[in-house]
């Protein structure tokens, strides 16, 4: 059974508003993109969506992701990793057995290797499009991010109920990356989406204003998964919480206050 929703806000990267919507009425005006990781607590255990950056990322960023690191404006602080961040709510990360990886960019999955008993959940696809990123992608992808042992990696394929009782469904939504997916938490009052990248505003009316080609494995697979989560959202009188929600401080309730 569902019982809390936690979001963590875990840093931020601030660009022009036509890098995530280019029909923005202001395309070079400056956006914070804030970075989140999510922790579901279920009567089965904790379950993590996604894992936050890199601590070597917080250390030296340049370092870890290059010289184009600094083009991005990446601004972390050195609480920001999962493991901190989680310790705001007394949550100790050995704890955490279940974890769900949206995509592996490094703002999603940079704290897998933290998560010292888990098994991370993984859409085929998105494992197969890690290992070889298109050119456009590279720079978004740091390989030893997800290097963890190949026991406690489990390859999902399409939509799949992660405890059997209809509460927390993986669903897959193509198009900002190839193995891009979401998850609906359904709760017995409240209903969620997380959608990761799959969608940019709470109220999906972006399903035709796309982002810059770079962030795009496929347009006609992103507008039809957006698409997809309307569908969701109304059969479930769902919330949509959105990764990159630019309104998040006015948006969302953030740890250590909860959903439930």
Not at 26 to 48: C, K, R, T, W
Not at 211 to 237: F, G, H, Q, T
Request: glycine share 6%.
């Amino acid at each position: 059974m569902f019982k809390r929703l936690y979001a963590f806000h875990a840093g931020s990267e601030y660009c022009s508003n036509c890098v995530f919507d280019t029909q923005s009425a202001d395309p070079a005006g400056i956006s914070e993109i804030p970075y989140f990781f999510y922790l579901i607590e279920h009567s089965n255990g904790f379950v993590a969506f996604d894992t936050g950056v890199n601590l070597d990322l917080i250390r030296d960023m340049r370092s870890y992701l290059g010289p184009h690191a600094q083009d991005w404006k990446i601004y972390v602080r050195p609480n920001d990793d999962v493991r901190s961040q989680l310790g705001k709510i007394g949550v100790d990360i050995k704890d955490v057995k279940t974890v769900v990886l949206s995509h592996l960019h490094y703002d999603h999955a940079g704290g897998m290797n933290l998560f010292e008993n888990a098994v991370f959940l993984v859409q085929r696809d998105e494992w197969g499009f890690a290992l070889n990123p298109p050119g456009a992608q590279q720079n978004s992808y740091v390989r030893s991010e997800y290097d963890v042992p190949a026991g406690r990696l489990r390859l999902i394929d399409g939509e799949f109920d992660i405890f059997g009782d209809g509460t927390l469904i993986l669903v897959p939504t193509p198009g900002h990356t190839k193995g891009h997916q979401s998850l609906l938490i359904a709760g017995r009052t409240s209903s969620y989406i997380l959608a990761a990248d799959a969608a940019y505003v709470p109220d999906l009316a972006d399903i035709p204003r796309l982002p810059v080609a770079s962030l795009i494995w496929s347009k006609e697979a992103l507008i039809e998964s957006r698409m997809n989560l309307r569908r969701l959202r109304d059969r479930y009188n769902a919330n949509v919480i959105c990764t990159h929600d630019t309104d998040f401080r006015n948006s969302l309730n953030l740890a250590p206050a909860f959903y439930t």
